[in-house]
């Protein structure tokens, strides 16, 4: 089991301290020394006052900050939660993600997902209701252009013509993709796209306001990964080698005092059983030290115990 933590940037307005570089740096060498796999920034250039107002949150670039942290980190690998696809044109995102697989020594992962917030797309100018096929022709455009010279792509939003974008990515044949949303839509482009799915929790009422399937338990969880392993089977892929990054529902929250290791490291092996591979750990950020404080006392209480 590898885990992975998004960087504790959660209110708005954000603790100053969290978005300087010293606490970025603090905060990635902090989960580098408590045994981390990775670190994970969201994805939010053009929130809304209103999303901010009802409970949303400040982000950096994620391009920026984890190739500001990978300089400063030395194995920690680094996945955006998530890149939501349709912002940015793809061969723009090709050139971010091979230089910072790059530059990293191969530590990146590229994480998407189609996004739910209608006035960020407006604020961008992309079509909402395109947002599905914005990402589906988008990964085509990325593997094609990680993995060969005098490109060319012919589809709905995207045409070009002889590309090849040199320096190519570290890691071969690609860095790995991995596709964010708790839907069948979601698995299925993982089946045929991608080599890894990042669900997240979320009961009823948040899936509604992030515009995807509720998961909120580990039997939903599971149903999930069956009808993964399933969808990877009908396209004739090897689905043990597909990677799942979930919440471990058990054990309480990190840093709110109620926090049982014991109770999480079994929730752990009930993940494993059912074919998790990556935890996503919440770290709260209420405050540089005490997101520090709370990296510390997991890595002691079960990244060693694991």
């Given at each position: 089991?590898?885990?992975?933590?998004?960087?504790?940037?959660?209110?708005?307005?954000?603790?100053?301290?969290?978005?300087?570089?010293?606490?970025?740096?603090?905060?990635?060498?902090?989960?580098?020394?408590?045994?981390?796999?990775?670190?994970?920034?969201?994805?939010?250039?053009?929130?809304?006052?209103?999303?901010?107002?009802?409970?949303?949150?400040?982000?950096?670039?994620?391009?920026?900050?984890?190739?500001?942290?990978?300089?400063?980190?030395?194995?920690?690998?680094?996945?955006?939660?998530?890149?939501?696809?349709?912002?940015?044109?793809?061969?723009?995102?090709?050139?971010?993600?091979?230089?910072?697989?790059?530059?990293?020594?191969?530590?990146?992962?590229?994480?998407?997902?189609?996004?739910?917030?209608?006035?960020?797309?407006?604020?961008?100018?992309?079509?909402?209701?395109?947002?599905?096929?914005?990402?589906?022709?988008?990964?085509?455009?990325?593997?094609?252009?990680?993995?060969?010279?005098?490109?060319?792509?012919?589809?709905?939003?995207?045409r070009a013509r002889g590309i090849t974008a040199h320096p190519r990515p570290t890691t071969s044949?690609?860095?790995?993709?991995?596709?964010?949303?708790?839907?069948?839509?979601?698995?299925?482009?993982?089946?045929?796209?991608?080599?890894?799915?990042?669900?997240?929790?979320?009961?009823?009422?948040?899936?509604?306001?992030?515009?995807?399937?509720?998961?909120?338990?580990?039997?939903?969880?599971?149903?999930?990964?069956?009808?993964?392993?399933?969808?990877?089977?009908?396209?004739?892929?090897?689905?043990?080698?597909?990677?799942?990054?979930?919440?471990?529902?058990?054990?309480?929250?990190?840093?709110?005092?109620?926090?049982?290791?014991?109770?999480?490291?079994?929730?752990?092996?009930?993940?494993?059983?059912?074919?998790?591979?990556?935890?996503?750990?919440?770290?709260?950020?209420?405050?540089?030290?005490?997101?520090?404080?709370?990296?510390?006392?997991?890595?002691?209480?079960?990244?060693?115990?694991?």
């Open positions: 089991m590898r885990f992975a933590f998004t960087y504790p940037i959660i209110t708005h307005p954000c603790d100053p301290e969290l978005v300087s570089p010293h606490g970025v740096t603090a905060v990635a060498r902090a989960a580098e020394a408590a045994g981390f796999d990775a670190m994970s920034f969201t994805d939010h250039p053009a929130p809304t006052q209103r999303w901010l107002d009802a409970g949303g949150h400040d982000s950096l670039d994620p391009f920026v900050a984890m190739g500001f942290a990978a300089a400063h980190t030395r194995a920690l690998r680094f996945i955006p939660n998530i890149v939501v696809l349709p912002y940015r044109n793809p061969f723009v995102v090709a050139k971010s993600g091979a230089t910072l697989d790059l530059l990293s020594g191969g530590r990146f992962t590229l994480a998407v997902g189609v996004g739910y917030l209608k006035g960020e797309f407006a604020a961008l100018g992309v079509d909402f209701d395109e947002r599905t096929e914005l990402v589906e022709e988008s990964l085509d455009v990325i593997r094609a252009v990680w993995t060969g010279d005098d490109v060319s792509f012919e589809g709905r939003h995207f044949p690609h860095p790995p993709i991995w596709i964010g949303g708790n839907t069948g839509k979601a698995r299925q482009r993982v089946a045929t796209r991608g080599d890894g799915w990042a669900p997240f929790a979320a009961p009823p009422g948040l899936a509604g306001t992030a515009r995807t399937a509720a998961m909120d338990s580990l039997d939903a969880l599971a149903a999930g990964i069956a009808d993964l392993r399933r969808r990877c089977e009908e396209a004739g892929r090897d689905w043990t080698a597909i990677d799942v990054c979930f919440s471990n529902l058990a054990g309480g929250r990190l840093g709110d005092g109620n926090f049982v290791a014991s109770a999480y490291l079994d929730g752990l092996e009930h993940l494993a059983d059912a074919g998790v591979t990556w935890v996503q750990v919440a770290v709260p950020g209420g405050s540089l030290s005490q997101a520090i404080e709370a990296i510390t006392q997991f890595g002691e209480s079960v990244i060693q115990q694991v």
